[in-house]
């Protein structure tokens, strides 16, 4: 979930997707209130952004209450590393004044649940972030964060927070091996000079092959546009060798299109795509099509 410029090579990487995990000593964020995991600052920002919302809101099916949060954080900075300020140490790491597209993602999702739950801590927060970051909910390692985000479809899926609705919705096998991290050894600090690590990433990348991946095609889109609804989790696939996942976002629907609402790279804020998603894929070569995950109802 975080990019590192290292060289134009990885920069060329950097340009494509934006949450696999890069090295991590070269990111500097001048404008940055954040130390490590979090400071003061972050802490106060995200007990005042618990106490604005609504109380109706909670009456609202989960995936309207993702769509109204989402759009509190449009403007916020597209802030790429800030999980891997530290790279010798995995903690939970919080950060809502700059986010990633996939740090937006888990941001939007947390504060919603929170609010269906009508939990409002710091506490509860950073419960809910581990959660849904971590592997089966913990934090027990660099290993642990769920960084292939086809993997972190697949393991929300087991703990009831979203559904994989992809295949149900007209989708076709996704024929990749995914080896992307181990593939990049070198770009990933935690990796370089850990075989520990690099084991255990390269056992999660084995699950993941070992799995029934679908996607829909990015010419297939437009055919299921009225399948989709507001904030449906979307995955965009990648053309670039071993990855599986280029982008995320939540789907928003206005006036009858489809529209992605995101933190965006090319645009460094959050947002809500000038363009339906189709044409917005289109928009990039290294990006080839769609997974789809629904949210659940917080029990």
């Not at 609402?261 to 804020?269: F, G, H, I, M, V």
């Not at 044409?279 to 099509?289: A, C, E, V």
Request: aromatic letters at 12%; proline letters at 3%; glycine letters at 6%.
């Amino acid at each position: 979930m975080n990019l590192r410029l290292i060289s134009a090579a990885i920069f060329f990487f950097m340009m494509s997707f934006s949450f696999l995990s890069f090295t991590a000593n070269s990111f500097n964020d001048n404008n940055s209130h954040s130390k490590f995991p979090w400071d003061d600052y972050e802490k106060m920002k995200c007990t005042k952004k618990l106490k604005s919302f609504d109380a109706s809101l909670n009456q609202l099916p989960l995936n309207e209450v993702i769509a109204e949060v989402g759009k509190t954080f449009m403007g916020t900075p597209y802030v790429a590393g800030t999980l891997d300020e530290n790279p010798n140490s995995e903690e939970v790491v919080i950060r809502i004044t700059g986010l990633d597209c996939v740090t937006f993602v888990e941001n939007a999702l947390v504060f919603s649940r929170l609010i269906k739950q009508n939990k409002s801590s710091f506490e509860d927060y950073k419960a809910e972030l581990e959660k849904i970051r971590y592997r089966d909910g913990m934090n027990t390692g660099y290993s642990s964060r769920l960084h292939y985000f086809t993997d972190w479809i697949y393991n929300n899926e087991k703990k009831g927070i979203v559904k994989d609705i992809t295949k149900e919705i007209g989708g076709v096998p996704y024929q990749k091996t995914i080896n992307f991290m181990t593939g990049h050894r070198n770009s990933y600090k935690q990796l370089a000079n850990d075989d520990d690590n690099l084991s255990k990433i390269n056992e999660v990348e084995s699950q993941i092959n070992s799995r029934e991946i679908y996607y829909i095609p990015v010419e297939d889109i437009p055919n299921v546009y009225d399948k989709l609804q507001t904030g449906d989790i979307v995955g965009i696939t990648s053309t670039i060798d071993g990855l599986d996942v280029a982008h995320t976002g939540y789907v928003y629907k206005q006036d009858g299109k489809t529209y992605l609402l995101n933190a965006s790279l090319k645009d460094k804020q959050v947002e809500i795509s000038p363009m339906e998603l189709q044409d917005y894929i289109l928009g990039n070569k290294k990006q080839g099509g769609i997974v789809v995950a629904r949210v659940l109802d917080v029990n």
